[in-house]
């Protein structure tokens, strides 16, 4: 498995920015807590808010360990690819905060059978909008608040049921 490094060196600050939401997906798909809590705020006040079915409530995850607890444990053992595009950062020189946006294509199988051809699968494509911060103390850039609004998905959704 590879060992992914929080930090890498000679990132311009926009990218810098950008590989704080890099980070969080690799924890997903990788089931790594490690770079997945180094993507993330640990303010009490840190949340991710998703938004993916007509006429359903957003739902909102406050607080780094219910993220990890309600998102993480769940979608982590999955086989998962999120794929992102479209980044735009919008920054300014010497601020601690940014904010970007980004489509996102999120591919979901039960754990152990993404290579089922005809195995049961979930994607949800949709635009994320993500607030960061910078964090002095390990010189990372994490999300603060992030919001997912599902453009479309196709698929199996009892995928993404809790056992």
């Known amino acids: 498995m590879t060992t992914y490094m929080h930090n890498l060196p000679f990132l311009t600050t926009r990218e810098a920015i950008v590989d704080a939401f890099n980070r969080a997906i690799i ?4 089931h790594d807590i490690s770079i997945f809590n180094s993507a993330f705020s640990t303010s009490p006040d840190v949340s991710l808010e998703f938004r993916t079915a007509p006429g359903e409530e957003p739902r909102e995850y406050k607080g780094l360990d219910t993220i990890r607890t309600a998102l993480l444990d769940h979608v982590g053992p999955m086989d998962t690819t999120h794929m992102t595009s ?3 950062v919008n920054y300014k020189e010497g601020e601690e905060t940014a904010s970007m946006t980004c489509y996102i294509l999120a591919q979901h ?3 152990g059978r993404g290579k089922e051809p ?5 994607l949800v494509a949709g635009e994320y909008e993500i607030n960061l911060v910078f964090d002095k103390a390990d010189g990372l850039w994490k999300v603060q608040k992030g919001v997912l609004d599902a453009i479309w998905t196709q698929g199996d959704r009892s995928v ?3 056992s």
Do not use: I, T
Request: aromatic share 12%; proline share 17%; charged share 35%.
């Open 118 to 122: 005809d195995g049961p699968k979930y």
């Open 27 to 30: 924890g997903f798909d990788r």
């Open 86 to 88: 479209n980044v735009r």
């Open 160 to 162: 993404m049921a809790r």
């Open 109 to 111: 199988c039960p754990p």
